[in-house]
């Protein structure tokens, strides 16, 4: 589990690295009819890691509209210089994590609340 909380980029050289290719990554969205949007694998990597590292401090879930703020605090300031606008790629990669089964919704809770799916924890 180790080994996938530290995907993101700890190291400065690494990003630096990272954010001079173009490759993109697809990202879904589980509402049916939308398109898929297209974003920069780096930040795609970067905001999946933090959030799998945020979510696996929390036994109850976290509140999706606080999520933006916990990942902006853990960015460093040439990454939330380069990443853009924090919340938006925030709901572009929940959203995709959430159609590949690596976080799901709490059920019934008010506001949005999210939690890793079991079945991501038992293949950790």
């Known amino acids: 589990m180790v080994v996938i909380i530290l995907q993101y980029c700890t190291s400065m050289s ?13 990202c879904h969205t589980p509402t049916p009819g939308k398109k ?13 890691g933090i959030i799998l590292d945020i979510l696996i401090g929390s036994s109850d879930g976290v509140e999706f509209r606080s999520l933006p703020g916990l990942i902006d605090a853990r ?4 990454q939330r210089s380069n ?17 590949k089964g690596d976080i799901v919704r ?12 079991s079945d991501y924890m ?3």
């Open 122 to 124: 038992s293949s950790a």
């Open 14 to 26: 690494a990003m630096e690295d990272r954010m001079t290719t173009d490759e993109r990554i697809t």
């Open 75 to 78: 960015l460093s300031p040439e």
């Open 36 to 48: 898929p949007t297209r974003i920069h694998k780096w930040k795609y990597d970067l905001l999946r």
């Open 106 to 117: 709490v059920p019934s809770a008010k506001p949005q609340r999210l939690r890793l799916a």
């Open 83 to 99: 990443l853009g606008t924090v919340s938006w790629y925030t709901t572009t990669v929940k959203l995709d994590m959430e159609v």
